[in-house]
């Protein structure tokens, strides 16, 4: 995508085809709030604040270059997997944030030998008019937590908020998240609860007081 437009053309396409804002900022690697502003923007929610400071403080990451090519997407995920390569001795499990951390999760457990696990995320059910009352939850096709260290694995951060969550749904199954990678991390952040977090980009936005 090349530009604001682009943004809110995809925001309006995943609209009609039923996602939730919650499923397009996961789609579109932004936050929610600025998932919310595309829809509204694209003519497809209700109508958008159009004034200067109307818009969200958010940056939008596309990899999609990577994500669409199995070697690419092989070599991103081998990349991060060496970030975790000396994080913790007993580590067996690594969980994927679905929908996008998952593909990279399983390259990153193929180079570090571990099994795989998938979580999906509340914010996936998210939508302006529904309170977020549903869980998230762990596939149970892949690997169970089972008390066992493990890394977490997503494309990017935009606030944390989603890797808190997994982070806290590992502790309450007994897990012990060793510490999570990402491909781009917008905001900064060296831990989250505490577990470190490594990303391979950092994209940190200059001269805005946005918080996204």
Known sequence: MKNIDDLVDSASDLAQRGLSKGEIADELNVSRETASWLVERSGTGTEPDTSDDGGPHDIHVDWSAVGRDSNRL?????????????????????????????????????????????????????????????????????????NRDCYVVDDTITSGKTMGETIDAIHEQGGNPVACVVLADKRGIGDIRGVPVYSLLQVIRVGSDGDS
């Open 74 to 146: 092989y070599h991103a995920g081998a990349a991060m997997a060496d970030l975790l390569s000396k994080k913790g001795d007993d580590v067996d499990l690594t969980i994927g944030i679905e929908k996008a951390g998952a593909p990279l999760a399983t390259t990153v457990a193929r180079e570090l030998e571990t099994d795989l696990g998938t979580y999906a995320p509340t914010k996936h059910q998210w939508d302006d008019d529904e309170s977020e009352t549903s869980d998230g939850s762990f596939s149970r096709n892949f690997a169970q937590i089972r």
